[in-house]
Nanobody
């Protein structure tokens, strides 16, 4: 069984920073997976925030480019999302996702980020 557990969310003031972590456990080697962070506000569709491929290539939503950074530590089975210059509109639940071979796709339970103005 595979588990993705997010942590690091919380309350921060506008302009502040947070680092989210996604720890994978169980029958998964994240080195074989494209890892991503998504976010979802109540009543809205889930939005892709950032991805990092098995080779380390990254991609970001326009809304977070220049402010967020995704990274991975395969040895620790952990993916990170460094969030800087946070804005109130970044207030949503953030989800970790692992997409791998043979249509394997896993999600974490989410972590709440709240940015106060």
């Amino acid at each position: 069984q595979v588990q993705l557990v997010e942590s690091g969310g919380g309350l921060v003031q506008s302009g502040g920073s947070l680092r989210l972590s996604c720890a994978a456990s169980g029958n998964i080697l994240i080195g074989f997976f494209t890892m991503a962070w998504h976010r979802q506000a109540p009543g809205k569709q889930r939005e892709l925030v950032a991805t990092i491929t098995t080779g380390g290539s990254t991609n970001y939503a326009d809304s977070v480019k220049g402010r967020f950074g995704i990274s991975r530590d395969n040895a620790k089975s952990t993916v990170y999302l460094q969030m800087n210059s946070l804005k109130p509109e970044d207030t949503v639940v953030y989800y970790c996702n692992a997409e791998g071979p043979r249509d394997m796709n896993y999600w974490g339970q989410g972590t709440q980020v709240t940015v106060s103005s």
